[in-house]
């Protein structure tokens, strides 16, 4: 997924600049999930299709990237490119 023209994104309502966003989907498992005796593969799937962003910025002080961090520590938020 493409940035915007300007190289911007948005969380929450605040603007920020970055370098590159890629975007990936994962799946969480328990532990106990596997292969049994016969080869039978078992999972017990805690959250599937787990959305993942990988957001690079650009040199920015620490107060920026504190910014940034604090706005993605809770379990919703909602980012617009």
């Known amino acids: 997924m493409a940035?915007?023209?300007k190289g911007r994104f948005i969380?929450?309502?605040?603007?920020?600049?970055?370098?590159?966003?890629?975007p990936s989907f994962d799946s969480l498992a328990t532990e106990d999930s596997g292969r049994t005796d016969d080869g039978v593969m078992h999972i017990y799937w805690v959250k599937n299709r787990l959305r993942k962003w990988?957001?690079?910025?650009?040199?920015?002080?620490?107060?920026?990237?504190?910014?940034?961090?604090?706005?993605?520590?809770?379990?919703?938020y909602y980012i617009t490119l």
Request: hydrophobic residues 30%; glycine residues 6%; contains cysteine.
């Open 54 to 76: 990988e957001i690079e910025l650009p040199p920015c002080s620490s107060a920026e990237a504190s910014s940034v961090l604090s706005k993605v520590q809770g379990n919703t």
């Open 3 to 5: 940035l915007t023209d």
């Open 11 to 22: 969380i929450n309502g605040t603007e920020y600049k970055a370098k590159s966003i890629k």
